[in-house]
């Protein structure tokens, strides 16, 4: 299984561009997530959704949207790229009940974004 | 609100010796509690869990982690470190029952690795 596959791995963009960074897993998983990581403080949620149609705000939304139309993708899109967005994303996803992967999160290998 | 406190930024240790990285965690019930480590360039691997029962648990790698509830903590250890064990450490506390809204993390342990 190739578990949670993000793209892409960097990203160059202009203040006031937009982006999407995709997020798939497949691993049959409901809840997925976005988080944002900084150096020396650790990873911030930025959304997550509980399954296909449903997303939440996490600690620090502003700036970024999500939607999630299938169980598999996961998608965060930055409208107007701003510098304090520069930053390493990464996507996870976590299965429940007895599944493969319950209650722990599983984090794809993350996206490197700078805002110049 | 629940919380994790990391109160080393960084740590070194000499090949070969033993290691400690200390968490303390803030949650109004019994949590579940992780310990992930970041490669430099990589993505977080899970080391370890605790959901409840032994309060020692042991995971990949030669780590282990002892939950200590009335100290609220939840420590990270191995007898002797390798080089390929530089990295961060990531501890990070979840609603126990497998909450939906993800894990709360601390600002993570930059460990180094003498030779």
């Known amino acids: 299984n190739a578990g949670v596959t993000q793209t892409p791995k960097f990203r160059i963009l202009k203040i006031g561009q937009s982006m999407t960074l995709q997020c798939t897993q497949d691993m049959n998983h409901n809840y997925m997530y976005w988080y944002r990581q900084d150096p020396g403080m650790g990873l911030k949620l930025i959304y997550y959704s509980v399954g296909a149609g449903i997303t939440d705000k996490g600690e620090v939304p502003n700036g970024y949207n999500v939607s999630r139309s299938t169980t598999e993708d996961f998608p965060l899109r930055l409208e107007l790229a701003a510098p304090s967005q520069t930053s390493v994303y990464f996507c996870?996803?976590?299965?429940?009940?007895?599944?493969?992967?319950?209650?722990?999160?599983?984090f794809g290998a993350g996206s490197r974004l700078t805002v110049l | 609100a629940q919380s994790v406190t990391q109160p080393d930024i960084h740590i070194t240790v000499s090949e070969g010796a033993s290691l400690e990285l200390r968490c303390n965690y803030s949650y109004g019930a019994t949590p579940y509690l992780f310990w992930y480590v970041q490669s430099p360039g990589q993505g977080l691997q899970l080391l370890l869990k605790y959901f409840s029962g032994d309060t020692l648990v042991q995971g990949i790698k030669g780590f282990e982690a002892e939950f200590k509830r009335s100290q609220s903590s939840f420590n990270l250890r191995k007898p002797s470190v390798h080089w390929s064990d530089a990295a961060e450490y990531f501890c990070?506390?979840?609603?126990?029952?497998?909450?939906?809204?993800?894990?709360?993390f601390g600002k993570g342990t930059h460990l180094i690795i003498q030779p």
């Open positions: 996870a996803s976590q299965g429940q009940g007895l599944s493969s992967g319950a209650n722990v999160l599983t």
């Open positions: 990070a506390v979840g609603e126990s029952g497998g909450g939906a809204d993800g894990l709360t």
